[in-house]
């Protein structure tokens, strides 16, 4: 359910200007880098929506809190969330109860809807004009599925405890549509409004955001410190609420799996399609919300068209798949307006890691895992970690701990590593050309050199930049990502901006430069 930060324009309306929807109505949050060492009882790495509601429920617990970024707050994945506020899990409860069990599933349900009132009450207690609003999501049958598979998801969600959740016969939705579930209650809002409000509501209370500040490593121990350059900050403990931990070298990416996502969004008449969350039972599902637009119109957004991160080069065909299926659905769309692609990390079970670091002190803790839930997951962490923090007994930890094993889940674990194993074989495969002459402007190729690989990208004024295409996680070749101009890892999920700069982890240096 989430997006990538880089909005683009469709190809007949393309423009150099990216940035998505949400940015057009919304600041990014920049403040000044960190310029001196400093110290509090907590220090979050990662400005996003796990890092900022740790720290403002940190900070509304009495703690100091300081929160560090490498870019502004907001500018990862959060800025271009399609943010579905749900207890629907993108796993569904038939799989999480079959991989974990009835108890968990309940916890899970309970933790979801909480988040969704958490969020609702942060907004009306810091009076946050973030276009929250509770409506309904519905989940459809796919012509190729058995309607059993509603039913016995229904089943299943009655036993985590969500009993208000109703099956509607074939008709029910605003399209053409099988049979589908109804989860009352749900929620959407406008992320980056969203955030503004936590990062006024934690400055009230004395926390402080420094933007534009790498962090280099985070050293465990009482106290802990975080290192970014020659600053650091002491602390009694440490949040690592990245996408993805750079911290853990192997352990924590063993548990989880990189997938790009792809999304599309075009206006439709203002009150043609009824508000509303919409998800199908396809397999990768599609994805489906509005957010206003104007006084005449709504944007319609539509994600979709799933694959494991850096192997794929079919983008813009995946978009024209997401297009075709949505304009069968809402013939009503306009002309395309936006498409991007971002990344999710998926877990065995489909639930986020949120707890201690198994591989660091106690005092060290990540959140990871978002499995297309990176709303209620983020919102999730923040709870849950500043009850940890404080000392205070959670009955979610144990469904979230990082640490955790689900071993009826084995299968899938090894397929997952025997894909990823897989990818080590680029390194004795050709390049994806032969020359830099063949690369167009703007875009980027790998090129075989001697013994060597390069990630070669030919900018719009022609200017050629060579990188190493080795990731600097643990080795694999990057590929490169013409949806979202970045150069993407297929083992583990690091991604490096077009001028390899890395912009996900678990890399956590650029891709060297090659002269």
């Known amino acids: 359910m989430e997006g990538f930060s880089r909005w683009r324009m469709s190809d007949k309306t393309r423009s150099p200007q990216t940035g998505s929807p949400w940015e057009k109505t919304a600041l990014l949050t920049k403040r000044e880098p960190l310029g001196r060492s400093t110290e509090a009882d907590v220090c979050v790495v990662g400005a996003g929506i796990a890092g900022l509601t740790t720290a403002y429920l940190l900070s509304q617990a009495g703690r100091s809190v300081v929160v560090l970024d490498d870019g502004p707050a907001g500018g990862g994945m959060t800025r271009a969330t399609t943010a579905h506020l749900t207890h629907a899990l993108d796993d569904r409860y038939v799989h999480l109860e079959s991989v974990r069990g009835e108890d968990v599933s309940r916890l899970a349900a309970e933790s979801h ?10 907004v009306l207690k810091e009076s946050i004009e973030c276009e929250f609003t509770r409506l309904d999501g519905y989940l459809f049958l796919s012509p190729n599925d058995r309607e059993s598979l509603l039913d016995r ?3 299943a969600a009655h036993k985590a405890g969500l009993k ?3 099956k509607l016969p074939s008709g029910g939705l605003p399209f053409d549509a099988a049979p589908s579930l109804r989860f009352p209650q749900q929620g959407q809002f406008h992320p980056l409004k969203y955030l503004n409000g936590l990062i006024a509501g934690l400055e009230r209370g004395g926390g ?6 790498h962090v280099d490593r985070v050293e465990g121990g009482h106290p802990a410190r975080v290192v970014a350059g020659s600053q650091h900050v002491t602390s009694n403990s440490v949040v690592v609420a990245t996408l993805t931990p750079f911290i853990d070298r192997v352990k924590l990416h063993t548990k989880q799996f990189p997938y790009m996502t792809y999304v ?10 009824p508000k509303g969350l919409f998800w199908d039972t396809e397999d990768p599902y599609h994805y489906v919300r509005l957010t206003p637009l104007s006084d005449d119109a709504d944007l319609l957004i539509v994600g979709g068209e799933d694959h494991k991160s850096g192997q794929a080069e079919d983008h813009d065909a995946r978009f024209a798949r997401l297009e075709t299926w949505s304009r069968d659905r809402f013939p009503q769309m306009k002309e395309r307006m936006f498409n991007w692609a971002g990344e999710v990390m998926e877990t065995l079970d489909g639930l986020a890691l949120i707890g201690p670091n198994p591989m660091d002190e106690d005092n060290v803790f990540v959140v990871t895992g978002d499995s297309g839930m990176g709303m209620t997951h983020g919102t999730i962490a923040g709870m849950l970690l500043t009850d940890q923090i404080e000392g205070r ?7 979230y701990d990082p640490s955790r094993k689900p071993v009826r889940a084995a299968g899938r674990f090894i397929k997952e590593a025997a894909n990823m194993a897989a990818q080590y074989a680029d390194w004795i495969k050709g390049g994806d050309v032969s020359s830099e002459d ?7 190729a790998i090129l075989r050199d001697g013994l060597k690989k390069l990630a070669v990208y030919r900018d719009s004024s022609g200017t050629v930049h060579r990188f190493s ?18 150069w993407d890892c297929p083992c583990h999920g690091s991604r490096f901006d077009a001028l390899g700069k890395v912009v996900n982890g678990p890399a956590n240096q650029d891709l060297p430069r090659v002269d």
């Open 208 to 213: 402080r955001l420094y933007t534009g500040t």
């Open 113 to 122: 809807t909480a988040a969704i009132d958490r969020i609702e009450s942060i």
């Open 264 to 273: 599309i969004a075009a206006p439709v008449p203002k009150g043609s399609v």
């Open 393 to 399: 007994v959670n009955p979610w930890a144990h469904v």
């Open 164 to 166: 208000l959740v109703e």
């Open 153 to 155: 998801e229904l089943e």
């Open 438 to 444: 063949d690369i167009a402007l703007g875009h980027g």
């Open 469 to 486: 295409a080795v990731c600097t996680h643990l080795g694999c070749i990057v590929a490169w990502n013409a949806a979202a101009a970045t």
